[in-house]
């Protein structure tokens, strides 16, 4: 257990993913716990190695699947183990909390940062007009923010290693854009998104690939930024920005719910 907690404290500090199992039932201790790293790596035990060697091969379908907890049966993914029915396991995904970096505090910008924090992302607002970042416009202990004069520097500080972290680049003109995703694609957080019209978001994109950045990173940028949802003031803008970025962490479509109802209909 010191192993395992141990790990979990360095895991989190450097933003990474993993699985941790508990034993909930079956031969074997109750309680006992496995810990699996995105990259496979592994702390702690469950008492029988072939045990412990078959969810590690579950482990890498269960975090690409964005759950974070579901109770499973070994006879759920290995039929074939002994005492494959009785053994019952708890999975729980391990993550940073969610962070949402957010460059411009206009009217879309300052909307999102308020709504991202309701919503539980720890964000960090960024501008280089000091009227648009005073505290008392953003009382939310949730919102942290910072009033810059070089872009790239308060964004690259920022985002970090990019792990656990959403970006939305929605600053008021070109040159901002471009400085801010100059920093934002080379840390590759998990999400990106650029607001503006499809011939202003081309534009800074091309200019970011005669910069040198890689297709396979302009692939990741969402541009224009959010979901389709016919947003018109500020506020719905923010709204759907959010719901692509909470799609995104959750592995989801942003699909209607009920579109299958209508297709039977």
Same mark, same amino acid.
């Given at each position: 257990?010191?192993?395992?907690?141990?790990?979990?404290?360095?895991?989190?500090?450097?933003? #990474?993913?993993?699985?941790?199992?508990?034993?909930?039932?079956?031969?074997?201790?109750? #309680?006992?716990?496995?810990?699996?790293?995105?990259?496979?790596?592994?702390?702690?035990?469950? %008492?029988?190695?072939?045990?412990?060697?078959?969810?590690?091969? &579950?482990?890498?379908?269960?975090? @690409?699947?964005?759950?974070?907890?579901?109770?499973? @049966?070994?006879?759920?993914?290995?039929?074939?183990?002994?005492?494959?029915? $009785?053994?019952?396991?708890?999975?729980?995904?391990? &993550?940073?909390?969610?962070?949402?970096?957010?460059?411009?505090? %206009?009217?879309?910008?300052?909307?999102?940062?308020?709504?991202?924090?309701?919503? #539980?992302?720890?964000?960090?607002?960024?501008?280089?007009?000091?009227?648009?970042?005073?505290? $008392?416009?953003?009382?939310?202990? &949730?919102?942290?923010?910072?009033?810059?004069?070089?872009?790239?520097?308060?964004?690259?500080?920022?985002? #970090?290693? %990019?792990?656990?972290?959403?970006?939305?680049?929605?600053?008021?003109?070109?040159?901002?854009? $471009?400085?801010?995703? &100059?920093?934002?694609?080379?840390?590759?957080?998990?999400?990106?998104?650029?607001?503006?019209?499809?011939? /202003?978001?081309?534009?800074?994109?091309?200019?970011?690939?005669?910069?040198?950045?890689?297709? $396979?990173?302009?692939?990741?940028?969402?541009?224009?930024? %959010?979901?389709?949802?016919?947003?018109?003031?500020?506020?719905?803008?923010?709204?759907?920005?959010?719901?692509?970025?909470?799609?995104?962490?959750?592995?989801?479509?942003?699909? @209607?719910?009920?579109?299958? /109802?209508?297709?039977?209909?």
């Amino acid at each position: 257990m010191k192993s395992i907690t141990k790990t979990i404290e360095q895991l989190l500090e450097r933003g #990474g993913i993993a699985l941790v199992v508990t034993q909930v039932s079956g031969p074997g201790e109750i #309680g006992s716990k496995l810990l699996i790293q995105a990259d496979g790596a592994t702390a702690g035990t469950l %008492g029988d190695p072939s045990l412990d060697s078959v969810i590690v091969e &579950q482990a890498a379908r269960f975090l @690409s699947s964005h759950e974070e907890t579901r109770m499973f @049966s070994v006879s759920d993914f290995a039929p074939d183990f002994p005492s494959a029915r $009785e053994t019952a396991l708890l999975f729980e995904r391990l &993550q940073p909390a969610p962070r949402l970096v957010v460059c411009g505090a %206009g009217h879309v910008g300052a909307s999102l940062a308020r709504l991202a924090a309701f919503a #539980g992302y720890q964000t960090t607002l960024i501008d280089d007009r000091a009227e648009f970042v005073k505290r $008392e416009k953003f009382p939310e202990k &949730q919102i942290d923010l910072v009033l810059t004069d070089d872009w790239i520097s308060a964004v690259r500080d920022v985002v #970090g290693n %990019g792990r656990g972290v959403s970006v939305a680049v929605v600053t008021r003109g070109h040159n901002e854009d $471009e400085q801010c995703m &100059q920093a934002v694609v080379r840390a590759n957080p998990d999400y990106v998104g650029l607001i503006g019209s499809k011939r /202003r978001t081309s534009i800074v994109i091309e200019r970011l690939r005669e910069a040198g950045i890689s297709d $396979e990173q302009l692939r990741n940028i969402h541009a224009p930024i %959010g979901l389709d949802i016919g947003a018109v003031t500020p506020e719905e803008v923010a709204l759907a920005i959010l719901a692509e970025i909470v799609a995104e962490r959750r592995g989801a479509t942003g699909t @209607s719910l009920s579109a299958w /109802r209508r297709k039977i209909s």
